[in-house]
């Protein structure tokens, strides 16, 4: 089973393994959403979307249907 940036806790980390590029938009890859790159959950808005995240220092919000689409290897 392959755990997703919507698997994430609040305060948990992950490094990007990979993405599916046909659905993430452009501007996700622009700031930084790539493989190899560490992703923190910071905080969810209710009912889980959107999620704040931080991404190599870059905060974005992107939603649940995004988020499930960019595979992460949790960090300890």
């Given amino acids: 089973m392959k755990i997703t940036v919507a698997d994430l806790k ?3 980390r992950g490094i990007i393994k990979e ?3 046909e659905i993430l938009p452009l501007k996700l890859l ?3 959403c790539l ?3 560490e ?3 910071v905080q ?3 009912f889980r979307d959107p999620l704040y995240l931080n991404i190599n220092g870059s905060h974005l919000a992107i ?3 995004t988020a499930t689409q ?3 290897e949790i960090l300890p």
């Fill in 44 to 46: 969810t808005a209710p």
């Fill in 10 to 12: 609040r305060g948990q």
């Fill in 63 to 65: 939603r649940k249907e």
């Fill in 19 to 21: 993405i599916s590029a």
């Fill in 39 to 41: 992703v923190e959950l």
């Fill in 35 to 37: 493989p190899g790159n």
């Fill in 30 to 32: 622009e700031m930084g």
């Fill in 70 to 72: 960019i595979e992460i």
